[in-house]
């Protein structure tokens, strides 16, 4: 039998909470904890909306709604510079990380992205295991939660395969290693041999494209936490751009941004951005919003960065100097955003017009890539300020789409993906160097190491797991 809580963790701990609560009162009024065997409609709801991090001391939160994803990743990115004065703080995973090292976990320390993942992955198997057998419900409840943990789950798959594989290459697809694939929820007599990238995504999609239909066109602001149609198709275009069948993605990205489109204008927002973050509640209150997957953080940007805002951007002021927070005079403080825009990691909208900017550019529809560009740009500069572009350059197009994405969002971790796709499909030859006390590493645009090491312990526990290969 293999020691599987090294690859997800097969006992439950679940807060049931009052089901017509807001978010944040979801995390305050719970009922005492304990592994709980879920058998009504109202269970499998409970555990798809709200299950609690375990007991340890550094848990790992299973929730499907609160995303703490890419805690190292963030270290590799041309984003994240660690300014000198705070390199002491960095724990053995990061600095290994942020100097590309060919192992990031070593010995017993075990990997919080690769566990929370499958986590959230073994917990949508529970989910559809037990509805098959629920005790009550009707048939359209039913199917409902089902597409909502599959949705989830294929976004833990995403995740995992663009964390630890190369990125999609529709030539090597079928033998690049992606991860393993976790069917059912067995315990024993597994076989965690990576599946590969052509082989998870053709699950994702599959996921996705199953479920859609069963969804609700879309979620109230206080629940998009649960997936939606629009969250679902905005997704499957994420998807699908990554791919390369940028005539799909834009498909989807249409039903998207039929269903919704809305975009905030920050002119309205508050002026305190960092101070309203800091004690931002944890209910979800920008409309922007399509599926929410929480993931703040804070990194250090350099100038240069900073600098590619115009002047009279207001994205700018996204982000705090401050050396009471961060300890440091030397970087600027990210990442902070208004109140109103806290930081989500899954699907909104102004991703989803940069998404379809991008598809249309690719695809020579390039009056229709300016007008969602300046449809975004318009809300992002100060009223009147904003002046609309209209290149008709295909090439100096996309690099104005790529430029304009990177700006509006800085600090996702998909950045690390981004880089990965614009070097394999689009040759952007990008690489990375970091600094350290003195130390210097470069991550090359060619280099295998853009996919992560797997931690040391889940080969160990399971041999059959295969490492990826280093430069």
Avoid at 294 to 305: G, R, T
Avoid at 320 to 340: H, K, M, P, W, Y
Wanted: proline fraction near 4%; charge should be negative.
């Amino acid at each position: 039998m293999k020691l599987l809580k090294y690859i997800i963790v097969p006992l439950l701990t679940i807060a049931f909470v009052t089901s017509s609560c807001t978010r944040d009162n979801y995390l305050d009024e719970v009922v005492p904890r304990g592994v709980v065997i879920p058998s009504t409609i109202e269970d499998y709801r409970l555990l798809l909306d709200n299950v609690t991090p375990d007991d340890l001391g550094n848990a790992l939160p299973i929730s499907f709604g609160f995303d703490e994803k890419h805690s190292i990743s963030s270290y590799m990115t041309d984003d994240h510079v660690i300014p000198n004065d705070l390199s002491q703080t960095l724990q053995g995973p990061q600095r290994r990380a942020y100097l590309f090292g060919d192992a990031v976990y070593i010995g017993n320390e075990q990997d919080p992205d690769w566990n929370f993942y499958y986590n959230q992955i073994y917990t949508a198997n529970i989910i559809l295991e037990g509805l098959e057998s629920v005790d009550n419900g009707t048939a359209d409840d039913i199917a409902e939660l089902q597409a909502e943990a599959k949705i989830h789950r294929a976004y833990a798959y995403f995740n995992l395969v663009n964390l630890y594989g190369l990125h999609y290459n529709p030539v090597t697809a079928d033998t690049d290693l992606g991860v393993p694939i976790r069917q059912g929820t067995a315990l024993e007599n597994l076989d965690f041999t990576r599946a590969s990238v052509q082989t998870v995504y053709d699950l994702i999609i599959q996921d996705i494209t199953t479920s859609i239909n069963s969804l609700q066109d879309t979620q109230s602001l206080n629940f998009t936490f649960r997936p939606s149609k629009a969250g679902a198709y905005g997704f499957l275009s994420k998807v699908y751009l990554y791919q390369g069948r940028y005539d799909l993605a834009l498909d989807a990205v249409d039903n998207a941004l039929n269903i919704y489109n809305v975009l905030r204008d920050i002119n309205d927002d508050e002026s305190d951005p960092f101070t309203s973050a800091l004690n931002s509640p944890a209910v979800i209150q920008d409309p922007q919003i399509v599926w929410y997957k929480q993931a703040q953080s804070v990194i250090f940007v350099s100038d240069a960065i900073l600098s590619e805002y115009n002047f009279d951007d207001i994205r700018a002021f996204w982000f705090t100097r401050d050396a009471i927070v961060t300890g440091s005079q030397e970087n600027a403080l990210l990442f902070t955003r208004n109140v109103n825009q806290n930081f989500s990691d899954g699907i909104n909208t102004p991703e989803l017009y940069l998404i379809r900017a991008e598809c249309h550019t690719r695809l020579m529809n390039l009056a229709l890539a300016n007008n969602d560009l300046n449809t975004l740009r318009e809300k992002r500069f100060f009223s009147g300020s904003s002046t609309p572009i209209n290149i008709t350059n295909q090439d100096e197009l996309l690099a104005f789409v790529k430029k304009e994405r990177r700006l509006e969002l800085i600090g996702n971790y998909d950045r690390l993906f981004d880089i990965k796709r614009y070097n394999l499909f689009d040759n952007d030859n990008i690489s990375i160097t970091h600094t350290l006390e003195s130390i210097s590493a470069t991550l090359e645009a060619n280099s295998l190491n853009w996919a992560l090491p797997i931690a040391e312990i889940y080969i160990q526990q399971n041999p059959e797991i295969q490492q990826n290969p280093r430069d």
